[in-house]
């Protein structure tokens, strides 16, 4: 008889499996590296002398190799209006998420103290994103959040200090998660441990993703030119501007129809300027590494 399962744990030769609501520890058949297995595959897994034994893999639909997980749907992107948001911060987790194949979506804590991020919020991202506003001081709008993370394995990510383990700790019912443990960092050259589990809880599952370091733009799989198509909100209007390929960069405003509209204020100004940026971070990357 054989199981399904998604790996949530790894140490060494071990590996610890998730099957129907039970995680049970595993060895991998010797046909397959112990290596080649990560923290979120999916699993067919036989009984055999009491023994656990991972027969095979499924095919995965991505793999991030820092932290090492497979298969992650969804990247919870926390903000909160104290610390204050760092957009740039927020456009680089999106594309990060696009590139990879995972659905992103923001998460605006500490509605308790404020919401004066929510009408910003709302206009640059909420026509393409899931936006979910919430509180996890005072529970605001967690069932919301519960539902869009059930079944689905997540990983928070976001600055210091917005409340990321505050809200792990609510959805897995645990008090006791370490701060700054269970958070994608953004910060540079801090080294962690590249270990990855996931936890589950109620349906829930989690990654760990403390190993997560930097999001240097450098970092991202995209080639500049390729940036304007992981706009969702310019798609939308591309077809709008005179050259299929227009890049709404160095075209002239009569021919791009993304600089018409955020001139006229219908599409965000900042998050434009900041698109420019990553254009030309992007840019200069590919110059450099193409000649
Ligand atoms: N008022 C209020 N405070 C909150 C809320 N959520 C978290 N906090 C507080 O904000 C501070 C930071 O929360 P953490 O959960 O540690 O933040 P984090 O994102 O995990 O930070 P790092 O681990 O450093 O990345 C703590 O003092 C929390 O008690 C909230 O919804 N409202
Ligand atoms: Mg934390
Ligand atoms: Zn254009």
């Known amino acids: 008889m054989e199981l399904k399962g998604r790996v949530v744990k790894k140490l060494a030769d071990d590996f610890w499996v998730h ?12 046909t397959l590296k112990s290596s080649g297995i ?8 036989s009984l055999q002398n009491n023994l ?26 926390v903000i909160s209006s104290v610390p204050k948001p760092d957009y740039m911060i927020v456009d680089k987790l999106i594309l990060f998420a696009y590139s990879h194949g995972i659905t992103p979506i923001i998460v605006v804590n500490k ?10 919020i709302n206009f640059a991202y909420g026509k393409f994103i899931k ?50 443990e269970l958070s994608v960092k953004i910060m540079r050259g801090k ?12 349906d829930i599952m989690i990654a760990d993703t403390s190993g997560f ?3 240097d733009e450098r970092l991202l799989p995209i080639a500049y030119y390729e940036l304007p ?26 021919d791009c129809k993304i600089k018409q509209l955020v001139n006229d204020n219908k599409l965000d100004k900042f998050r434009y300027e900041r698109y420019k940026k990553i254009y030309k971070i992007l840019e200069e990357k590919w110059v450099r590494t193409h000649g």
């Open 19 to 30: 099957v129907n609501n039970d995680t049970i520890k595993c060895k991998p058949r010797g």
């Open 38 to 45: 990560y923290v979120g595959d999916i699993v067919d897994v």
């Open 52 to 77: 656990y034994i991972i027969e095979n893999l499924h095919k995965r639909t991505n793999i991030l190799i820092r932290p090492p997980i497979a298969n992650l749907q969804q990247l919870i992107i």
């Open 111 to 120: 509605q308790d103290l404020s919401e004066s991020e929510n009408q910003y």
């Open 131 to 180: 936006i979910i506003c919430v509180s996890a001081k005072t529970g605001q709008n967690f069932y919301e959040l519960k539902n869009t993370l059930k079944n689905k394995v997540s990983a928070f990510a976001g600055q210091s200090a917005v409340g990321k383990s505050a809200l792990i700790n609510m959805l897995l019912e645990k008090e006791t998660a370490v701060e700054g």
């Open 191 to 202: 080294n962690t441990t590249r270990h990855s589990e996931i936890y589950c809880h109620d």
């Open 213 to 215: 370091t930097s999001l």
């Open 229 to 254: 198509y992981y706009y969702p909100d310019y798609n939308e209007y591309k077809s709008e501007c005179k050259y299929s390929s227009c890049m709404h960069f160095n075209e002239p405003l009569q």
